[in-house]
């Protein structure tokens, strides 16, 4: 498989329009934190031990291959060019900081780019399942079966009072991260967020505006994660984040109904603004390219945008960023140049899809 | 200074552009810069950033009370294998390998309870052979309960096949937990 296949196409296979409560939980992710004995942590560890871990852990990984069911992908991090690195930040497959690293380390990933192993990040190693929807479970299924199988091979860090032992003491116990990423554009709208958040903070859960903390959510979209994963067991952790989503879920299409029920005409009319500004657009910032995304999907969710297909809404939210958008130009950009080449790419999308007579071509492979 | 974006906020982030091998200096607001990096679900960070909870836990007004607790006590030895003081672990909010555990055993149940809500003790999964170890710890425990019940009868011939029992899976635990049948 071509490296260059992961680094070109911005569909990747989170973001297809599946899985239960699509319209509402756009993907969801499950990460294991687990670390070698024998190895000090990536944080203090030499370029040697970095070697050794780095080549354990994607020997065994290809080894498994027939296993698994899944053919991996070694990526070597150094290897790769800052901005290819970018974009695979960009597309969740690794995380800024193996990206930034400076000693070996590497991510295997599957074809269908549903699984990254990354190896040599803040712990030697990081399963990482993403997947469609609201998938909580079958995630985690995924990931707990890399892990068996990594585990039957190489000796893990484990204590039986503190668990896997990882880096960061905030993993520790099951370095389980569980989190879903949701679009609540009606609960944002009617002023709700603020409170939500308080509560569902109180019940042990992190929520964030996908791009860091405390700043308004880009495009109305949030992650929830569990915050203790020391006392609790994986089943626990995912049965409450499961339950706490839920209830979030039907907040937000109990705040739709009554967006739709109010003033059904000044909503179409917002809504279908913001699909003017998608298409016809000459300069777009990010915040406006969020704002009217969000705006499109929630026209399309309620039934009143016909003729969009969600999945090219996930593509430009990948593809609008700055990485993407570089590759996509061909060349370095500055910030206001970005937001050229970004009205440009949400033209082309958005055109494409209503010409429905067009070849199928893919315009966006550099 | 106010923001070159938004021209609204006043400028607080201050970035540094290489153009054409120049270097241009941008000034933005917060808010304007984290826009550059959108959709970054840095989902590594932190869910709460630990340095600052150990920060305010440390925090000034407790700082000296803190300081005197610790002449108090015996000196923390730093790690055997990679080196890292407590402190160190604490102004990192990492540890530095998995040593770390064990050389600040005592000291970790307090920082544990207040990053994963009071809990102290791992509970869930565990990689095979703990798996197995625990199982036969709880195995060991299950006979020695029969054993007594079957003394306070006066049951002593079923008593000393349980006493058995016991002390075979008991060598196994301390074999490392492999029943003797595998390798
Ligand atoms: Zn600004
Ligand atoms: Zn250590």
């Known amino acids: ?366 | 200074m106010i923001c070159e974006n938004c021209k609204q906020r006043p400028a607080k982030v201050t970035v540094t552009q290489i153009q054409d091998g120049t270097h241009v200096q941008r000034h933005y607001c917060e808010k304007c810069a984290q826009n550059f990096h959108p959709f970054h679900l840095d989902f590594q960070q932190d869910p709460l950033s630990l340095h600052q909870l150990l920060s305010n836990w440390f925090g000034a007004p407790e700082s000296a009370q803190v300081q005197q607790k610790q002449q108090l006590q015996p000196k923390i030895p730093p790690c055997s294998s990679c080196g890292w003081t407590f402190r160190q672990f604490l102004n990192e909010g990492k540890f530095g390998c998995a040593h770390c555990y064990e050389s600040f055993r005592e000291q970790l149940p307090s920082v544990f309870k207040k990053l994963h809500n009071g809990n102290v003790k791992h509970v869930g999964k565990a990689p095979g052979k703990f798996g197995h170890k625990l199982q036969l710890k709880k195995q060991i425990e299950a006979i020695r309960t029969s054993m007594q019940a079957a003394i306070g009868i006066e049951n002593f011939e079923e008593a000393a096949k349980l006493r058995d029992e016991a002390r075979e899976l008991e060598k196994q635990l301390q074999s490392g937990g492999e029943p003797p049948d595998v390798n």
């Open chain 1, 1 to 366: 498989m071509s490296i260059e296949r992961f680094l070109n196409n911005s569909v990747t296979s989170w973001m297809a329009d599946e899985g239960e409560h699509a319209d509402i939980v756009m993907s969801t992710r499950i990460r294991l934190a687990r670390n070698l004995t024998g190895y000090r942590f990536p944080l203090s560890f030499s370029e040697n031990e970095a070697l050794q871990v780095d080549q354990a852990v994607s020997a065994v990984l290809l080894d498994a291959e027939s296993e698994l069911e899944s053919t991996f992908s070694y990526i070597d991090i150094k290897g790769l060019s800052t901005l290819n690195r970018q974009v695979l930040v960009e597309k969740h497959l690794i995380s800024p900081k193996l990206a930034h690293s400076e000693v070996t380390g590497s991510v295997l990933l599957s074809d269908d780019e549903a699984i990254s192993v990354m190896v040599n990040e803040e712990d030697h190693i990081r399963i990482q399942c993403i997947f469609p929807g609201l998938q909580l479970l079958e995630a985690w299924h995924q990931a707990n079966n890399i892990d068996d199988m990594l585990e039957k091979e190489l000796p893990y860090a484990f204590d039986e009072q503190f668990g896997y032992l990882t880096s960061c003491p905030t993993n520790s116990g099951t370095g389980l991260r569980a989190s879903v990423m949701m679009h609540l554009p009606a609960l944002t709208m009617t002023n709700q967020m603020n409170r939500l958040v308080t509560t569902i903070t109180r019940l042990g859960m992190v929520v964030r505006g996908i791009y860091g903390e405390g700043s308004e959510a880009l495009g109305n979209v949030y992650q929830i994660s569990n915050q203790t994963t020391l006392g609790k067991s994986e089943e626990d952790i995912l049965t409450d984040l499961q339950s706490i989503t839920e209830q979030i879920i039907q907040k937000e299409r109990e705040a739709r109904n009554a967006l739709l029920n109010t003033r059904p005409n000044v909503l179409e009319d917002r809504l279908y603004r913001s699909l003017g500004v998608l298409t016809y657009a000459r300069i777009l910032t990010t915040e406006e390219a969020g704002r009217c995304l969000s705006d499109v999907r929630l026209g399309i969710d309620l039934g009143l945008i016909k003729g969009v297909d969600v999945s090219i809404l996930n593509e430009c939210m990948i593809f609008m960023q700055p990485g993407f958008l570089q590759k996509y130009a061909g060349m370095s950009l500055q910030s206001e140049e970005r937001d050229v080449f970004r009205a440009k790419l949400f033209r082309e999308r958005l055109q494409v899809d209503n010409n429905l007579n067009n070849e199928g071509e893919e315009p966006h492979d550099v």
